[in-house]
């Protein structure tokens, strides 16, 4: 993937840094995309630069028009229109049932998970034109696009919108070379589970849960990435992939 010009968004922690990491082994080019925490995105291109790659970091807001296009067109000006994008950014669910939960939540996290999709998607697409050749574009999701939680109505409806999402992509972009799928983690360690990443008692009554006995490392998922990003994947679109460890398939034991 030498040279290839890849766009990362949440890279500042978690899988989107684990991501830009990876791709930055590949020797790819890759682009830093970070919401507030400006130190944290320079310690992933830091990461990107001493794994083989090129870095930069630039500030988007994935829920917002202007700002998506602003940090697409500066990665487009500094090297050239991305091969690949990794929608990594995103929040956690709410923990708040419907009943209580308020309309500004409820945008809150559907702007930044769905809406962002969209968003980094679109500007991904118009900044590559009419060009053909292979492209990917990969979404992080969840389990809980299908595996639903109670409190998590706003979150799992987000991933839900996104499972479609990147099945419509993957239908209108197959003429054009660039495949769109969507990576369906579990339980990752990363800070998004802050409290099983500090507390390995609390950590173990989770993963009891889980077939492999384990949660999973940001590093694993960002493998996949890679892999679904290389010509090694180029029949593959339209696919959602489960990395869980077999979580998902306890869902209906024990009822």
């Known amino acids: 993937m030498a040279g290839q010009t890849v766009i990362v968004t949440g890279a500042e922690s978690g899988i989107g840094a684990a991501c ?51 940090a697409f067109a500066t990665v487009e000006r500094h090297w050239a229109p991305a091969d690949v994008l990794v929608n990594s950014a995103g929040l956690n669910m709410s923990g708040v049932t419907v009943r209580d939960m308020t309309l500004a ?12 999709a969209f968003l980094t998607s ?22 809980h696009a299908y595996a ?3 409190g998590g109505a706003d979150y799992c409806a987000a991933k839900g919108g996104l499972s479609n999402l990147v099945e419509t992509l993957a239908i209108e972009e197959a003429p054009h070379g660039i495949r769109v799928n969507a ?7 990363t800070p998004m589970n802050a409290h099983a990443q500090a507390d390995p008692v609390y ?8 077939p492999m006995g384990r949660a999973g490392n940001a590093s694993e998922v960002a493998d996949l990435a890679v892999f679904l990003a290389s010509d090694k994947a180029r029949y593959i679109t339209g696919a959602r992939i489960v990395i869980d460890g077999g979580l998902s398939l306890m869902q209906a034991l024990g009822a």
């Open 148 to 150: 639903v939680r109670a």
């Open 183 to 189: 990576i369906e983690p579990g339980m990752i360690l």
């Open 20 to 70: 830009a990491e990876a791709f930055g082994a590949r020797q790819a080019r890759v682009a830093v995309l970070y919401y507030a925490d400006a130190a944290a995105a320079e310690k992933t291109a830091a990461a990107v630069r001493a794994a083989g790659g090129e870095a930069i970091t630039v500030q988007a807001h994935v829920d917002d028009e202007a700002s998506v296009d602003h």
């Open 105 to 116: 939540q409820w945008r809150r996290l559907l702007d930044t998970d769905l809406t962002g």
């Open 122 to 143: 679109r500007r991904f697409l118009t900044g590559r034109g009419a060009a053909k050749g292979d492209a990917a574009i990969l979404h992080i999701s969840s389990i």
């Open 203 to 210: 950590r173990r009554t989770l993963e009891q849960n889980i």
